[in-house]
């Protein structure tokens, strides 16, 4: 059975910092990884989808990295502000449908 | 603003109501998923529903009932709940093509604030 650790959960960090979140998962067999971010109360929004067979996305200020051997994916956020103070979610999937999701980091950006 | 729109934001019901949330999109997306979010844990899939038919049901109880009305629609009628069903209902959506390798991603919507008293 696919487990999807994320670590911390918990992060606080004065604004401007670059930080980076971190993702293993169990089973190496997925077809791609994703990570989302989450306001609370609110649903998610789909931050960056990496295929298996890809190493890195970038969105913006936003890198994820995929090291599917291993079973590990980063986020690297650079210069963060409050405004991406949020709980961030990876997710990979293997049989289609099904994601497996993390518990979460969530994150709090200080002005 | 999310492309997947969830209705009601936010209900209260007894333990003997009927309810039922509502999802929509118009994406042309042919896949919509349910999925169940408890404070602080990850959300849990409930249905996938894949060209209109319910392909997956992750041995939920009978008295969460999915409905499909067509490609843009998805329901989900709510019976007889229980307060320990109190959670963060999200309605998801995406491509689906057959043979695909999974690489497309979900489309969530904000979800439904669900209490029951």
């Known amino acids: 059975k696919q487990e999807v650790t994320q670590i911390p959960a918990a992060l606080s960090v004065p604004e401007g910092e670059n930080l980076v979140l971190n993702c293993s998962f169990t089973?190496?067999?997925?077809?791609?990884l994703q990570w989302f971010r989450q306001d609370p109360g609110k649903g998610l929004t789909s931050l960056l989808l990496?295929?298996?067979?890809?190493r890195e996305q970038t969105s913006g200020r936003l890198n994820a990295s995929l090291d599917k051997s291993s079973g590990r994916s980063t986020l690297y956020i650079a210069a963060s502000q409050p405004g991406d103070s949020a709980t961030y979610l990876c997710?990979?999937?293997?049989?289609?449908?099904?994601?497996?999701f993390g518990e979460g980091t969530q994150l709090t950006v200080n002005p | 603003d999310t492309e997947v729109t969830q209705t009601p934001k936010h209900l209260v019901m007894g333990m003997t109501n009927k309810k039922s949330l509502k999802c929509e999109q118009h994406?042309?997306?042919?896949?919509m998923y349910w999925y169940k979010q408890k404070a602080k844990k990850p959300p849990e899939l409930m249905f996938v529903?894949?060209?209109?038919?319910?392909?997956i049901n992750e041995s939920v109880p009978s008295r969460f009932s999915p409905e499909c009305p067509n490609s843009s629609l998805l329901n989900l009628h709510l019976h007889a709940l229980q307060p320990e069903d109190s959670a963060l209902y999200l309605c998801?959506?995406?491509?689906?093509?057959?043979?695909?390798?999974?690489?497309?991603?979900?489309?969530f919507g904000n979800g439904t604030r669900l209490t029951v008293t």
């Open positions: 089973d190496s067999a997925i077809y791609n």
């Open positions: 998801a959506s995406s491509q689906e093509r057959v043979g695909a390798d999974g690489v497309v991603p979900l489309h």
């Open positions: 529903y894949s060209y209109e038919k319910l392909s």
């Open positions: 990496i295929q298996s067979s890809q």
């Open positions: 994406m042309g997306h042919r896949a």
């Open positions: 997710a990979v999937r293997q049989s289609r449908p099904r994601l497996t």
